[in-house]
């Protein structure tokens, strides 16, 4: 095995037990195991990826839009969960969802000016496809619509 395939897997594995650590000593659960937060990891991943290889003008235009709107839908489960409470959580998924659509926008750009083929925009469509009624379905699953309080007892 290479030393910097090891390293980068290594570290990965540090930085999961690092920052989900907390979590486990407080009986929670945390935003890292969530399947809907692990989605929105791989969609953004996937776009990071994809846009490596456009002209620096679809770079820094369409490419760097994307990116910030695939990054948002993670950012914003995390957020949400780590706010302490429903309503707080729920409002950040609502943003996260605002993003997905965001950045389904942003790849009917991309499509329509020729910087994506139509299998890349399948494999999109298909996370995206995925993505939208697992948020919507954590949505639901936050709390009850009456409860504003905290989301522990600390």
Known sequence: ????LWKN???SLIIGHLFSEGDRKMGTRGFEELRVYQLAEQLADQIWNMVQSWPNLARDTVGKQ????????GANIAEGSGRGTYQDNRRFVRIARGSLYETRHWLRRAYRRKLLPPDQISAMKAMIDELGPKLNAYLRSIGTSNDKGPMTND
């Open 9 to 11: 897997s290594h570290l």
């Open 1 to 4: 095995m290479r030393a910097g």
């Open 66 to 73: 994307i990116i910030r709107a695939a990054d948002s839908i």
